[in-house]
């Protein structure tokens, strides 16, 4: 039957050393790897809050010219509700002045 040898040799000790040290190089290319990807979320969460702003001070603009061009309809429809009453008068005028012999 075999024997199995229960002492510690040097190629014991240095296969354990290699585990430890790939798995700490191991955990350190993960943990870079984390770090980039959090910096890349924060870029784009900065880019995506930069975009939202522009475009909120692109719709108070909108919402600015709208607001003026519905100040200046009203503007319009007033001037042509005179001119209307206003030619109304003259029609009246005129046919008072058609009806006299």
């Given at each position: 039957?075999?024997?199995?040898?229960?002492?510690?040799?040097?190629?014991?000790?240095?296969?354990?050393?290699?585990?430890?040290?790939?798995?700490?190089?191991?955990?350190?290319?993960?943990?870079?790897?984390?770090?980039?990807?959090?910096?890349?979320?924060?870029?784009?969460?900065?880019?995506?809050?930069?975009?939202?702003?522009?475009?909120?001070?692109?719709?108070?603009?909108?919402?600015?010219?709208?607001?003026?061009?519905?100040?200046?309809?009203?503007?319009?429809?007033t001037s042509l509700g005179d001119i209307r009453a206003g030619i109304?008068?003259?029609?009246?005028?005129?046919?008072?002045?058609?009806?006299?012999?």
């Amino acid at each position: 039957m075999p024997r199995i040898d229960p002492t510690i040799s040097a190629g014991n000790l240095l296969s354990i050393a290699t585990i430890i040290v790939a798995v700490g190089i191991a955990w350190g290319q993960l943990r870079s790897e984390q770090v980039y990807q959090q910096d890349q979320i924060n870029d784009m969460k900065r880019a995506r809050e930069i975009r939202i702003a522009a475009t909120d001070q692109h719709f108070q603009t909108l919402d600015a010219a709208v607001a003026a061009l519905s100040i200046q309809t009203a503007r319009t429809d007033t001037s042509l509700g005179d001119i209307r009453a206003g030619i109304a008068r003259i029609e009246a005028k005129l046919n008072k002045l058609e009806e006299r012999p």
